[in-house]
């Protein structure tokens, strides 16, 4: 099990080098070029959510982004710090974070096929899975 880890500064600025990282070593580990426009996205989105989440909260620490190549499937962790209000203690402005929030996980969801996603009030976690081909053999 190969396991590449990214942390960076929660600026929007750094999510395309987190997609663009995220692609190639999707590619490596082999998935499927038809699906990495998906991966890209799927982990753009993620990244920019857990980037918004750090700057609401005042979060200074790093988003975490692991991404993990097993044999038969790629997968792709981003974890956040930002702790997550308890239910019953919302404001107007915790509805509309609320809100965006759902629209973000929504449009993951309808990228990614094997989603989990955990939160507390310590952060919270996406992790997102795909299926990969093993590289040709070269026949003799």
Do not use: Y
């Amino acid at each position: 099990m190969a396991t590449v880890e990214l942390r960076f500064s929660a600026l929007p600025e750094h999510v395309r080098t987190a997609r663009l990282v995220a692609a190639a070593v999707a590619r490596r580990a082999g998935v499927d070029e038809a699906v990495l426009d998906e991966v890209r996205l799927a982990v753009g989105e993620a990244c920019s959510r857990a980037v918004g989440l750090h700057q609401s909260s005042g979060v200074s620490a790093p988003v975490r982004v692991m991404l993990i190549e097993e044999e038969k499937q790629f997968s792709i962790e981003v974890g956040d710090e930002a702790p997550r209000a308890l239910p019953g203690g919302a404001s107007g402005d915790a509805d509309v974070e609320a809100e965006e929030d759902e629209m973000g996980l929504a449009v993951i969801s309808g990228l990614v096929d094997d989603l989990e996603v955990s939160a507390g009030e310590n952060g919270g976690l996406i992790r997102m899975s795909w299926p990969t081909t093993p590289p040709a053999t070269l026949a003799s």
